[in-house]
């Protein structure tokens, strides 16, 4: 997988839980998608760019959806909140283009 700069970065497989809550489904972000910038999203003070990996997430107990941006690692890098999983997955096809036809179901 292509990273910043045209450098290489190989994905570690995704963990059964990303940001302390349990994933539901994944996406590794490559050649197959398109980062469109369309949501700035601002971290200590600094615009994030593309992610190397999407995580749809949900925390024990809770009804709400989470789509992190991940680095390589599977560490969250951004979050945004959802009611639904259609709603999440809306949201990460509006940030990366072609990722609605490459979710993996976590086991």
Not at 20 to 28: D, F, G, M, N
Request: with cysteine; net charge negative.
């Amino acid at each position: 997988m292509l990273g910043s700069f045209g450098r290489t970065i190989e994905m570690k497989p995704c963990p059964n839980i990303v940001g302390k809550a349990r994933v539901i489904c994944y996406s590794p972000i490559d050649e197959r998608h398109r980062f469109t910038g369309a949501c700035k999203q601002i971290v200590a003070h600094k615009l994030m760019g593309a992610m190397s990996g999407l995580a749809i997430c949900q925390y024990e107990g809770e009804e709400a959806f989470y789509l992190f941006g991940c680095d390589s690692e599977w560490q969250t890098m951004t979050d945004t909140w959802h009611q639904s999983l259609d709603e999440a997955k809306s949201q990460a096809e509006f940030e990366y283009e072609g990722v609605s036809k490459t979710w993996i179901d976590a086991a």
